[in-house]
T-cell receptor, first 108, second 116 residues
Framework: GQQVMQIPQYQHVQEGEDFTTYCNSSTTLSNIQWYKQRPGGHPVFLIQLVKSGEVKKQKRLTFQFGEAKKNSSLHITATQTTDVGTYFCVGSNYKLTFGKGTLLTVNP | EAGVTQFPSHSVIEKGQTVTLRCDPISGHDNLYWYRRVMGKEIKFLLHFVKESKQDESGMPNNRFLAERTGGTYSTLKVQPAELEDSGVYFC??????????????FGNGTRLTVT
């Protein structure tokens, strides 16, 4: 079945450092979505990527979708303490498949 | 617009007991999903309703789990009898009609289930 691998599982950074999480799918995706879950909260939708090679930006967050539509990344520039949480990618084909998530902690 | 609501927020039960979780999706959202996150593992799909019909229940772990969505509004997920490995956070999510996997999911706050 469809699998989405996400790395790293954990990432601890100093405030101001950059952060990147990567997702790889075992199958070609129709789209990929990214969610953020704050500690104790629920996943909240960030963005959806649909086109091959697509790049989208939201302030300090940059999302990329690979040319083959099998991988994606989320890059945060100059992390802040408000960025802490778990970032999930969700690959969509005929069904939605979650990556394991990357837990980001930021040291002020 | 009211979000997805789940009840209860926490439930602690003993092994062998029954628990029923409820999810009220956003009004008008035909797609309703149940997911589960067991400690330290990824969020896993349980099942997907389109209105009152089960579109995909391939993620349901076994016949101790029963999901219903009578009338196509709220949904319940019953675990009977509960086992220790059922502990985790159960999330419900909804999305608008017809868009399925192309529409963002709106999640509820989840129900944290602890089976002792």
């Amino acid at each position: 079945g469809q699998q989405v691998m996400q790395i790293p599982q954990y990432q601890h950074v100093q405030e101001g450092e950059d952060f990147t999480t990567y997702c790889n799918s075992s199958t070609t995706l129709s789209n990929i979505q990214w969610y953020k879950q704050r500690p104790g909260g629920h996943p909240v939708f960030l963005i959806q990527l649909v086109k091959s090679g697509e790049v989208k930006k939201q302030k300090r967050l940059t999302f990329q979708f690979g040319e083959a539509k099998k991988n994606s990344s989320l890059h945060i520039t100059a992390t802040q303490t408000t960025d802490v949480g778990t970032y999930f990618c969700v690959g969509s084909n005929y069904k939605l498949t979650f990556g394991k998530g990357t837990l980001l902690t930021v040291n002020p | 617009e009211a979000g997805v609501t789940q009840f209860p927020s926490h439930s602690v039960i003993e092994k062998g007991q029954t628990v029923t979780l409820r999810c009220d999706p956003i009004s008008g959202h035909d797609n309703l999903y149940w997911y589960r996150r067991v400690m330290g593992k990824e969020i896993k799909f349980l099942l997907h309703f389109v209105k009152e019909s089960k579109q995909d229940e391939s993620g349901m772990p076994n016949n101790r789990f029963l999901a219903e969505r009578t009338g196509g509004t709220y949904s319940t997920l019953k675990v009977q009898p509960a086992e220790l490995e059922d502990s985790g956070v159960y999330f419900c999510a909804s999305s608008p009609v017809g868009q399925g996997g192309r529409s963002p999911l709106h999640f509820g706050n989840g129900t944290r289930l602890t089976v002792t």
